[in-house]
Nanobody, 122 residues
Framework: VQLQASGGGLVQPGGSLRLSCVAS????????TGWFRQAPGKEREFVAA????????IYSDSVKGRCTISRDNAKNTVFLQLNGLKTEDTAVYYC????????????????WGQGTQVTVSS
């Protein structure tokens, strides 16, 4: 399976980005999909995840209220809408898939995308 993350870029504080994660070789609807991020010198951290059904979404406290995860099963794609971006959101963002119920735990994820860089700076 391959996961292709895209949509990152350079944005000013307060701006928005929509990240996409497209899967090939697997049907995303059969997996929970999560987004994680890793800033330089820091450990990878959970951002958001959506369960297979799409009905349950979980967000980290750091992005709650500014972030929406959604899925389009017809396009085999999961999106991460980031609003009100802050400089501390700067990181490489990774999407991943799992069949585990522990969807906030990174080592429960089976497959990972290559990451997309988000830089928030004025």
């Amino acid at each position: 399976v391959q996961l292709q993350a895209s949509g990152g870029g350079l944005v000013q504080p307060g701006g928005s980005l929509r990240l996409s994660c497209v899967a090939s070789g697997r049907t995303l609807s059969q997996y929970a999909t999560g987004w994680f991020r890793q800033a330089p010198g820091k450990e990878r951290e959970f951002v958001a995840a959506v369960r297979r059904s799409g009905g349950s979404r979980i967000y980290s406290d750091s992005v709650k209220g500014r972030c929406t995860i959604s899925r389009d099963n017809a396009k085999n794609t999961v999106f991460l809408q980031l609003n009100g971006l802050k400089t501390e959101d700067t990181a490489v963002y990774y999407c991943a898939i799992t069949k585990s119920v522990q969807i906030t735990v990174s080592d429960q994820y089976l497959y990972w995308g290559q990451g997309t860089q988000v830089t928030v700076s004025s």
